[in-house]
Nanobody, 126 residues
């Protein structure tokens, strides 16, 4: 059983930067595809970014709404996955969740992930 714990959320102003981190315990995260999802008030949880494992490289994927502003990265030695958020907008306000699993090609689908963190709140004021 892999336990994921997010940190780094908070209240920021539009245009600011914020870095979210997620640490895994109970199993090496290097075995899994990793991702960030978010749930805005009154909305379903949605895909934000993924960094799947590939044989010889690690590609990254982003939702159109965050492409060019957010960067996902992983540190297999530290069992962490991070989300660097820049030029944040009020519409980025949400609870952010990290997730781990073996997704095949479905890295953008919530149901592909096996393990989830409890989430960290990000609030962006205008």
């Amino acid at each position: 059983q892999v336990l994921l714990t997010e940190s780094g959320g908070g209240l920021v102003q539009a245009g600011d930067s914020l870095r979210l981190s997620c640490v895994g315990t109970g199993g090496p995260l290097s075995r899994y595809d990793l991702a960030w999802f978010r749930r805005a008030p009154g909305k379903d949880r949605e895909f934000v970014a993924a960094i799947p494992i590939r044989r010889s490289n690690e590609s990254t994927y982003y939702a159109d709404s965050v492409k060019g502003r957010f960067t996902i990265s992983r540190d297999n030695a530290e069992d962490t996955v991070s989300l660097q958020m820049t030029t944040v907008k009020p519409e980025d306000t949400a609870v952010y969740y990290c997730a781990a699993g073996l997704t095949g090609l479905y890295w953008y689908m919530e149901g592909s992930y096996w393990f989830w963190g409890q989430g960290t709140q990000v609030t962006v004021s205008s």
